[in-house]
C-alpha cells in the first residue's frame, strides 16, 4: 500500500485565500486592516527567514506587518518595553516575538508581557494554561500545532478514541499538540529521548505526530500500517547533489513510511506551509476581538 501524500501546500493556501478574502470584505465594511508586529531579537539566520515569510504572507493576504528588531545584546526590560509599546498601539493586533530568544533573555517573562488578547502565537502561559485544562478554551491556539491539527481532522475519519503518539514535549510544538489531541478525546502517549522500547511505543500509533528534530529517526517499520503520520520535523542534511549543499528532511524516513502509513506529510511541503497560514488566521481573528 502506498499513503496519501498530504498536501500542506495546496491546504495551507486555501487557508490564506480564505484570510485574504475575510480581509477584503473588514476592510470594504470599512473595518481596520489587521495588523501583525514581529519582535526578532538577535540574529539567528533561520529565525531571519521565518519572519521574513510572515511578512510576506501578510502582504499577500492583506495584513499590515510591522517589524521590530532588537540587537542579541538588548536586555531584558528593552524587550519588554518594545513589547509593552506593542500592546498599547492600536494598529497592532497580534504580537510574535520570534523564538528561540538569545541566551541571557528569560522567555517566559516576555511571552508574558504580551497582552493575552495579541497572543496570536498562543504561547502567553493564560494560553497555554486554558489548553491543559478542561472546560476552559485559550484565545489563540499555537499556530504549529493548530495546522497539525487541521491536517489530522481533515485526514481522519474520527480522532476519538484512536491511540496518539507524539514524538518530542517541546513548549513550542509537542507538548501543545498533545493537548489538542486530548482535547479530540485521542488516547496520548508523549515519547522523547528517555522513553524505553520507542519503536515498540511508536508501532501502536494510529496517529503520529513526529516532532522530536531528528533526521529521519522513524524508519517504516515503526509505522503501523494504515496511520495517519504527520511530520513536524524540519531538519538540514548535508547534501552535495544540491546547489545549498543539503536538503530538508522531516523526522520520519518518508520512502519507508509512505509504504506502510495511510496518510503521511512531506517534507518540506506538509506541515510547514500551515504554520504561516494559521498564524494569519489568528491575527485575523486578533482584528475581529478588537472589533467588539
Ligand atoms: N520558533 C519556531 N516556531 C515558532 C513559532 O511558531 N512562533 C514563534 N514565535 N517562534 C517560533
Not at 480564505?18 to 526578532?40: D, N, Y
Not at 528593552?78 to 528561540?100: T, Y
Not at 549543499?245 to 503521511?264: N, P, Q, S
Request: with cysteine; proline share 6%.
Amino acid at each position: 500500500m502506498t499513503a496519501k501524500i498530504i498536501d500542506g501546500t495546496a491546504v495551507a493556501e486555501q487557508i490564506r485565500a480564505e484570510v485574504g478574502a475575510a480581509v477584503a470584505k473588514r476592510i470594504e465594511a470599512g473595518l481596520s486592516k489587521p495588523g501583525l508586529a514581529t519582535v526578532l531579537v538577535g540574529e539567528n539566520p533561520a529565525s531571519q527567514v521565518y519572519v521574513r515569510s510572515k511578512h510576506k504572507a501578510c502582504g499577500e493576504v492583506g495584513i499590515e506587518s510591522f517589524g521590530f528588531q532588537l540587537p542579541a545584546s538588548a536586555s531584558q526590560g528593552e524587550v519588554e518595553e518594545l513589547v509593552k509599546q506593542l500592546n498599547a498601539d492600536p494598529k497592532v493586533n497580534g504580537i510574535l516575538v520570534q523564538l528561540p530568544l538569545p541566551a541571557g533573555l528569560d522567555e517566559e517573562r516576555v511571552l508574558n508581557a504580551i497582552s493575552i488578547e495579541k497572543d496570536v502565537d498562543g504561547f502567553h502561559p493564560l494560553n497555554i494554561g486554558r489548553l491543559a485544562q478542561k472546560g476552559r478554551d485559550p484565545l489563540f491556539i499555537p499556530c504549529t500545532p493548530a495546522g497539525t491539527m487541521y491536517l489530522l481532522e481533515n485526514n481522519v475519519d474520527k480522532i476519538e478514541g484512536l491511540n496518539a503518539v507524539v514524538l518530542g514535549r517541546s513548549n513550542i510544538v509537542g507538548m501543545p499538540v498533545a493537548l489538542l489531541l486530548v482535547r479530540a478525546n485521542a488516547t496520548v502517549t508523549i515519547c522523547h529521548s528517555r522513553t524505553q522500547n520507542l519503536p515498540d511505543v511508536v508501532r501502536s500509533a494510529d496517529i503520529l505526530v513526529a516532532a522530536i528534530g531528528k533526521p529521519e529517526m522513524v524508519r517504516g517499520d515503526w509505522v503501523k500500517p494504515g496511520a495517519v503520520v504527520i511530520d513536524v520535523g524540519v531538519n538540514r542534511v548535508e547534501d552535495q547533489t544540491r546547489p545549498k549543499g543539503y536538503r530538508l528532511t522531516g523526522d520520519v524516513a518518508f520512502d519507508e513510511a509512505k509504504e506502510v502509513a495511510g496518510a503521511i506529510t512531506p517534507v518540506p511541503g506538509g506541515v510547514g506551509p500551515m504554520t504561516i497560514a494559521m498564524l494569519l488566521k489568528n491575527t485575523l481573528r486578533a482584528a475581529i476581538l478588537s472589533d467588539k
